[in-house]
């Protein structure tokens, strides 16, 4: 049986949070799914991450000649994109007068604090909110094309979704560079640094959970979902009665 030692670090990070990933899964599917068919729920989605994306990329500018630097894999990065998509949402002037919520206030004092103590501890917030934009990214931009497909009142684009945009194709590759990254920049780390990004990486999930937590109007678009699907079965059954009667004479 292989030893802790030989296990890439990586996979310990993912068995360390298993249990707290799945519960952020299941709420950020249940809110920025729904998403995919209501814009106002993913501009707030957008809005919220798009300062946490800010934030890591600002510090990896500031600590690019460190072995975090190697995180820095070319095309991953995502403030244009998340800036070019709430410009799309929520108009060219959506920083007039903006000011962060609670949730998201907090999650920066965090990054604040563990970057002023070690910028290392950071390493966690950048591995995992990248691979999970990449991963889940590509998935939500699939169903997002194919809502588009099959709403009629909707344009057969995926516009506003600049953000799950990778050019060249390259997700698998980024996501590749970043995992052998990480597990190399692990192996020339003290014990005790590793296990405090053990700790960071179960927090990135809790802090995500919290801004999620605050996206609204989730549970109202459900009630439409539920009401239109309503609907459109009683139309299907006024028109299989109509059918019936009139092939039947």
């Not at 360390?16 to 106002?40: Q, Y």
């Not at 994109?81 to 907090?106: H, I, M």
Request: aromatic share 10%; charged share 25%; net charge negative.
């Amino acid at each position: 049986m292989a030893s802790e030692v030989e296990v890439p670090f990586t996979k310990q990070m993912r068995i360390a949070t298993k249990e707290i990933h799945n519960v952020s899964d299941a709420l950020i599917n249940a809110k920025l799914g729904i998403a995919m068919t209501e814009d106002r729920v993913w501009a707030e989605g957008l809005l919220v991450f798009y300062e946490v994306f800010r934030y890591l990329e600002e510090a990896l500018d500031r600590h690019s000649h460190t072995l975090i630097g190697e995180l820095d894999i070319p095309g991953m990065r995502r403030t244009e994109a998340f800036e070019k998509d709430l410009c799309y949402y929520l108009g060219n002037d959506w920083k007039n007068g903006y000011t962060p919520r609670e949730s998201v206030c907090q999650y920066l004092k965090h990054l604040e604090k563990i970057e002023e103590e070690n910028p290392y501890f950071l390493m966690s917030y950048i591995y995992h909110l990248y691979m999970g934009l990449l991963s889940g990214g590509q998935i939500l931009r699939r169903k997002k094309v194919l809502l588009e497909k099959l709403t009629f009142s909707r344009k057969d684009t995926v516009e506003g979704m600049a953000v799950t945009e990778i050019a060249d194709g390259s997700v698998s590759k980024i996501k590749r560079q970043m995992t052998e990254s990480m597990n190399q920049i692990a192996g020339e780390m003290d014990e005790d640094t590793r296990q405090r990004l053990m700790d960071e990486s179960k927090m990135v999930f809790i802090l995500n959970n919290r801004m999620v937590h605050s996206i609204e109007g989730a549970g109202a678009v459900v009630t439409i979902k539920i009401i239109k699907l309503g609907v459109y079965g009683a139309l299907a059954v006024l028109l299989f009665t109509y059918l019936k009667k009139f092939l039947t004479g």
